[in-house]
């Protein structure tokens, strides 16, 4: 089973931008779609961006479209978020997440391995 370990969260001003990383050990990283979810204090957590194995197909959450880009890069086992036009809305714990194979990428329950989570916030 794949670990993921994610980084590059932080405090931002609306309007910036941040980019997470999601670096892969321990499995056969190509093989897992992948998705990015966040979860505020209080909410559950929620579909942010998924991406296929190849990186050929993306989806977005209706909330983010137009402003993060989900990428991969198989060689270095990693999977990234360039968040842009940050709100404070966007203010979350964000995870990355691999996908189990068959299911959808917007439930977390179709998801079989997690990261520790990487604090987004942003500030008005």
């Known amino acids: 089973q794949v670990q993921l370990v994610e980084s590059g969260g932080g405090l931002v001003q609306a309007g910036g931008s941040l980019r997470l990383s999601c670096a892969a050990s321990?499995?056969?990283?190509?093989?897992?779609?992948m998705g990015w979810f966040r979860q505020a204090p209080g909410k559950e957590r929620e579909f942010v961006a998924g991406?296929?194995?190849?990186?050929?197909?993306?989806v977005y959450a209706d909330s983010v479209k137009g402003r993060f880009t989900i990428s991969r890069d198989n060689d270095k086992v990693s999977v990234y978020l360039q968040m842009s036009s940050l709100k404070p809305e966007d203010t979350a714990v964000y995870y990355c997440?691999?996908?189990?194979?068959?299911?959808?990428?917007?439930?977390?329950?179709?998801?079989?391995?997690w990261g520790q989570g990487t604090q987004v916030t942003v500030s008005s």
């Open positions: 991406i296929s194995r190849s990186g050929g197909y993306t």
């Open positions: 997440a691999a996908r189990r194979l068959s299911g959808t990428y917007y439930s977390p329950n179709d998801y079989g391995s």
């Open positions: 321990g499995g056969a990283f190509s093989t897992y779609a």
